[in-house]
């Protein structure tokens, strides 16, 4: 495998706000991500959150009026993926926070991946799964497993011996 830019990790997506405060309550109060601090010559409103190992960072829309609308949850719209530990406990909780959801299933080879896929306030898709039942697998080479909390160090070690 080869890595032309030398990357290491995803280290944040970026997300324009109607409203960067209705935004942050979703981010830490929905998703469990916690508040960082931003440079402050930033000469815009904005916020920046940290957690699982990757960073959001909410900037104020400069037109928000103009914003595209919440559109019907589409599986195959634009959409941010996040691993989760029980997939019951997901569906029960947004049930909780009255969220629309849709749940999806995808079977491969009689291994199962259940998805949840939700919007956040303005609209982008959010999708909770259980994706890392689903081996990855490269169109040639050996057959990788997604990276956990806990195996992703090794896994890239491993990753980094066969190059």
């Known amino acids: 495998m080869e890595n032309p830019l030398h990357l290491k990790s995803l280290n944040h997506i970026s997300v324009v706000c109607r409203s960067v405060e209705k935004s ?78 849709i749940k999806s299933r995808v079977e491969e080879g009689g291994i199962y991946v259940d998805q949840l896929f939700f919007h956040d306030p303005d609209g982008m898709m959010i999708e909770i799964c259980n994706c890392d039942n689903l081996p990855v697998i490269p169109l040639s080479g050996e057959t990788l497993r997604p990276c956990s909390t806990l195996h992703c160090s090794m896994q890239q070690q491993k990753i980094q011996q066969l190059v």
């Open 24 to 101: 942050l309550d979703f981010y830490q109060n929905i998703l469990g991500f916690f508040p960082i601090r931003r440079p402050g010559s930033f000469n815009f409103d904005g916020a920046w959150l940290f957690n699982y190992g990757i960073g959001i960072h909410l900037l104020q829309s400069e037109d928000p009026e103009n914003m595209p609308k919440i559109s019907t949850i589409n599986p195959k719209d634009n959409h941010i993926s996040f691993q989760c530990e029980s997939m019951v406990t997901v569906e029960k909780r947004l049930k909780e926070m009255e969220i629309e959801y």
